[in-house]
């Protein structure tokens, strides 16, 4: 506010006197002088031109003129900051989420469609995961303006966007003011960069108990169809409640799909046939000491093991004592020639894990029909490309090129 | 399924797997605990309240060596007609009939069965991560939380893409895929260290297994580092599990590295396709 007073107060005085020297015959009476403090009030709040007064300024007159419009418009900008900030904090007093800025182009966002009992979960869960990235994450739903705050720390970085369904487009209109298309920025790209692939949205079904059980899955997956439609490059990671819903998925282009209860199921099944078990799966999937958050993770193949095989690129892990990482497999990139008709998420990309001999994945393939086991241990990585990655647990992302150039 | 039905003391089984409760997901766990590639197939008794819900397992070779018991599981009379005492392990599903309170009825069996025998291997389904406290008051050994796991899992995937993938490799049941085995370190390997250990399963191409880890026992500590100790001055003991141990280091204080010595008791997690035979691989 004091610089709003300074500016106008300067601006208005300096016109008067730049009018009084130079151009005094302009000016009939004294009120037409104080009439520029009013023009420059005008200028300074709103950084537009008082239209017609213009004709009676002088050279001088009129640069002052201009500096008090960039003035204005620096300052009008100041002013909604503050609001906004104002806004921001009230909201966040109230303990609930802020409201992403209108027409603020978030940079490869985790986007989380829709609300359901898991939400305050998975933004605890990715936060724990994440270290301190903070990374931004929106909320989109009807009802997103009323989620609260359960942890300060956790919630950083965290907006809403309130959507209406029963406009047409609604959809594409947030992503086209929100969501920046640069996918060249974001890290999922530079894992995946056959993929070109930009910010990542999961699907969470509709869980109210009002909620018709036969048409959860159908509507989320029809959600993420919609996205698809015009947004082909996100990430889409879908919730499923039914097993039976994956028949709906053939031939989309959904990148992943979770039915928890597969999961949950098949979870308890090996708790039976391996005690302890669960301890492990516990730890990898992130529950595990926050101190050691040892988890499978994903790394580029340096371009100097480009051309060795999976094998060749195992052993020298094991050899050096320093790379802290287990080597679980690989994930190859698929040219046209590759793609088959196996369960492709990303249809770009295959997951091989513990890659066999070449003569068990061929009794693999001849007894069991198996598509497990698509490449074996001499799978020469990054043939002619430099898309694939290696798989493995660690505590943190390992740059392998590191140990490469100190040897 | 009149048929089905018969009295626990007609069962005349043990060693085997009792699951409480049949639910919509009870089919694909059967199908899971008796898939071909499960080397010792054990009897499964189901109780059940709704005997009705369950299949008619006549014609699936899966659901050969399945009884039924009609009760409550809850009821200390039901597990012992289902053989309780002579059981493996006990699978305890949540109830989904009573959708919220389910966690209830599974803290009640968990009593229940704490009751007549503590320690049976129990693995314990449960919804809601509110209630996992109330379980540390039984011997439940393991929890699967399908609220901490369905954020655990959508995080994970949203982190690491393509991550969900491998967990349902690591999970699934089968004999081309890789599941995660608990071993005792073979005896040779005793006395020599965890990276020895792991050059050598490296160098063992035709079992292609990846050693991810181990689980040893250390004398547990209060939050002010003592080390704890029993009403008969002996150090209580904890189990720990360490997945990939690292190189060792000024600045970290773990016993656990890669030059960690073996020692007997000690064991190691391993992914391979079927259950390892690390003693006769590595002689």
């Not at chain 1, 990430?235 to 028949?247: A, G, H, M, W």
């Not at chain 2, 693995?123 to 509110?130: D, G, I, K």
Request: net charge negative.
């Amino acid at each position: 506010m004091l610089i709003l007073i300074s500016v106008w107060f300067i601006g208005g005085t300096l016109t008067i006197l730049s009018q009084w020297i130079i151009s005094p015959e302009v000016q009939k009476s004294t009120h037409d002088y104080l009439q520029y403090y009013w023009i420059v009030f005008i200028e300074v709040t709103s950084g537009f031109d008082v239209g017609g007064e213009v004709k009676r300024l002088n050279t001088l007159s009129f640069g002052i003129t201009i500096l008090m419009l960039i003035a204005g418009m620096i300052i009008g900008g100041l002013v909604s900051g503050q609001i906004i900030a104002i806004i921001l904090n009230a909201a966040q007093k109230a303990g609930l989420v802020a409201e992403a800025p209108n027409n603020f182009k978030f940079i490869d966002p985790i986007i989380i469609f829709g609300i359901n009992k898991h939400l305050h979960g998975i933004i605890s869960s990715v936060r724990r995961i994440d270290g301190n990235a903070n990374r931004d994450i929106i909320i989109i739903d009807e009802e997103a303006d009323e989620i609260s705050i359960l942890d300060e720390s956790d919630y950083k970085n965290i907006w809403y966007i309130k959507s209406d369904p029963s406009r047409r487009n609604y959809l594409k209109e947030i992503f086209d003011r929100n969501i920046s298309s640069d996918f060249k920025q974001s890290d999922i790209n530079q894992l995946y960069k056959a993929s070109q692939k930009s910010c990542r949205v999961i699907l969470l079904p509709n869980q109210k108990k009002d909620s018709n059980l036969e048409f959860i899955d159908p509507e989320t997956i029809q959600k993420a169809m919609e996205i698809e439609t015009f947004k082909e490059n996100v990430y889409t990671i879908i919730q499923l409640q039914s097993v039976e819903s994956k028949r709906y998925l053939k031939g989309k282009q959904i990148d992943e799909w979770l039915n928890i209860s597969d999961y949950s199921t098949k979870m308890i099944a090996q708790a039976a046939l391996s005690p302890g078990i669960t301890n492990i799966f516990n730890n990898i999937m992130g529950g595990g000491n926050e101190d050691t958050n040892e988890m499978i993770r994903l790394s580029l193949i340096h371009d100097s093991l480009s051309n060795l095989s999976f094998r060749d690129i195992k052993n020298w892990i094991v050899n050096d004592p320093n790379i802290d990482c287990i080597l679980l497999g690989f994930c190859k990139f698929l040219k046209e020639d590759d793609k088959g008709i196996e369960r492709l998420r990303n249809p770009n990309y295959y997951f091989q894990i513990n890659p066999v001999e070449p003569h068990r994945q061929k009794y693999y393939r001849d007894t069991y029909n198996s598509m497990s086991v698509k490449f074996n241990k001499d799978t020469i990585l990054n043939e002619g490309h430099q898309n694939d990655l290696l798989v493995y647990f660690a505590n943190k992302n390992i740059a392998f090129d590191q140990y490469i150039k100190r040897r | 399924m009149e048929n089905n039905t018969k009295l626990a003391n007609d069962f005349g089984v043990e060693d085997h797997i009792i699951i409480c409760n049949w639910t919509k997901k009870s089919d694909l766990l059967v199908k899971e605990l008796h898939n071909p590639s499960v080397e010792k197939k054990r009897p499964i008794i189901v109780i059940t309240e709704n005997p009705q819900d369950v299949p008619d397992f006549e014609e699936d070779e899966t659901y050969r060596g399945i009884m039924i018991v009609k009760g409550n599981p809850s009821n200390e009379d039901s597990l012992k007609r289902a053989g309780i005492e002579s059981a493996a392990t006990v699978i305890i599903l949540a109830d989904e009939r009573l959708a919220d309170t389910a966690d209830t009825k599974t803290i009640m069996t968990t009593i229940a069965i704490d009751h007549i025998i503590p320690d049976i291997h129990v693995v314990a389904e449960v919804l809601s991560a509110s209630n996992l406290p109330f379980f540390a008051y039984t011997f439940v050994n393991e929890i699967i939380c399908l609220e901490l796991l369905t954020e655990r899992l959508l995080a994970q995937s949203c982190l690491t893409p393509g991550v969900s993938f491998i967990f349902a490799d690591l999970l699934t049941q089968s004999s081309d895929t890789n599941e995660i085995y608990v071993e005792d370190i073979p005896t040779h390997y005793i006395g020599k260290t965890f990276q020895e250990l792991r050059k050598a399963i490296v160098a063992l191409d035709e079992q292609d297994i990846i050693l991810i880890g181990l689980g040893s026992s250390t004398e547990k500590t209060d939050s002010g580092g003592e080390i704890m100790v029993d009403h008969h001055g002996n150090s209580i003991m904890e189990k720990v599990l360490i997945i990939n141990p690292k190189a060792k280091s000024k600045s970290s204080s773990t016993k656990y590295h890669k030059d960690y010595k073996l020692i007997k008791g000690d064991q190691v997690y391993l992914i391979a396709y079927s259950r390892p035979n690390l003693a006769e691989g590595l002689k």
